[in-house]
């Protein structure tokens, strides 16, 4: 179980160090704004605190002194909630009234730390087995314990008052995912902290509270601080992240559309421009020479399409391909999908008929090959995928 805390710890750890990294990467243009400089405070005191919680995990003692690392950590941990309303007040509020809301909870954070310092040497802390500071029947830990606990759902509780309205006003994109993910963070650090609350309150009691439930309020902390240190970095990884899912999305439609085109390529090799690869490399590129090549080749193909015949010739009736397309279109209520699989089944039908050398009577050579609109090129890769799909399915269920 104290390995699965220590990794929470570590992920949390690493997540507050590159918050702060990146924006402290920010300073040269922003240090002398009051909330960029406040914003690094939260972050430090964030690191601090999770950097605290691995050292706990790790070893008893911190500077020679038993349980010192689990006081530093929960008299970080109220720093940073107040940072972290102060960095509000600095949204919601101006001029005096900023100035006495800040002062009235930096004052309550100290008085606060004051009190979990007390109540940690008065309930002689150092003595204690560590495993108590997660919940304990002595009436001074856990007055101590369930003070910081409160503490850290204040802020929570405040985020996800503010990050919604604020997430609806705002048209800035970046900013708008950013309060989102704020507020997703908040919620899942609030349900931690009333896990926790549940928690120390059941041991209290006398009641065993299980392993899961220890490892269940870590694992939310995490995923809380993770969401709330990237919530902090939008302006870094929203762009990477679209240009990742760009990608993936193109590499998709690139890889879905390589059956279609090998068996025309196969059948008409100068549609390729260059020697086929298989490199991922200008996948941009790539994606429209392939949907370049297969049109090419869907043209070459169109003196051995027979003009009169629908999809359903070119799977025999009763045969166990004409069994699976059928319910394959039956189920798809989509008209574009069925054209697809009609198409896909005359291509089909049509690149036999080339390997055989019969040319049919009444062949769509005469001009009208149905073309579709190629003005809008996400759509046409849509499309051709959709026909390359049923097109694979076709030479599966034959």
Known sequence: MNTIRTLCFVIAALSSYAALAYRLGQGRRSWRDGSYRTLITTLFFQCLTFTMGAVAMRSESFLGVDNLAILVMHLAAVAFCVSAQVIFLCWAAEGEEAARKTRFWVATGLLLDVLLTALFFL???????????????????????????????????????????????????????????????????????LVRIANVLSIAAGVQIGPWREALASVLDVFGIVALSLSLTTSLWTPSAGRFLDWTRTYRAYRALYPLWRDLYESFPDIALEPPGTSVRDLDYRLHRRVVEIRDGWRDLRPYIERTTGGGAAVPAGSKAGEETGEEVGADAGTESRQAFTEAAQIRQALRAKRAGTIPRDNKDAGDFEDRDTDNFRAEVAWLTKVAAAYSRLRKAS
């Open 123 to 193: 309930a002689d802390g150092p003595a204690r087995c560590g495993t108590e500071f997660d919940g304990s029947g002595d009436p001074l830990l856990l007055t101590y314990l369930l003070a910081f606990i409160t503490s850290q759902a204040v802020p929570c509780v405040t985020i996800v008052r503010r990050c919604g309205p604020y997430a609806r006003m705002t048209d800035n994109a970046p900013l708008r995912q950013g309060l989102r993910m704020m507020f997703l963070g908040a919620v899942v650090l609030l349900v931690y902290a």
